[in-house]
């Protein structure tokens, strides 16, 4: 069982910055990929970003160049840097655990909130 809790979520003004971190119980964190997603009202949940245990990243490509994918094994921390935010980035972020074929644990959700 692995338990992942997001923090970091905000109001901000469009073009500022946010950096939300989800810390992960377990002690094989490194081997899970973990993965960023978000939900915007009255819109589906959505893929933003993942990293795999030894680094390799991917994008959505509405968020490619803005936003950047990281972790930290020693802590069983992953972030989620996020520049030039845009009112439509506005959602609840959720992060989750798994392997390459789905996740299996998710958070319960940070706000982010971007205003023009």
């Known amino acids: 069982q692995v338990h992942v809790v997001e923090s970091g979520g905000g109001l901000v003004q469009a073009g500022g910055s946010l950096r939300l971190s989800c810390a992960a119980s377990g002690r094989t964190f490194s081997n899970y990929y973990m993965g960023w997603f978000r939900r915007a009202p009255g819109r589906d949940r959505e893929f933003v970003a993942s990293i795999s245990g030894s680094g390799g990243t991917t994008y959505a490509d509405s968020v490619k160049g803005r936003f950047t994918i990281s972790r930290d094994n020693a802590k069983n921390t992953v972030y989620l840097q996020m520049n030039s935010l845009k009112p439509e980035d506005t959602a609840v972020y959720y992060c989750?655990?798994?392997?390459?074929?789905?996740?299996?644990?998710w958070g319960q959700g940070t706000q982010v909130t971007v205003s023009s």
């Open positions: 989750a655990a798994g392997g390459t074929v789905a996740y299996t644990y």
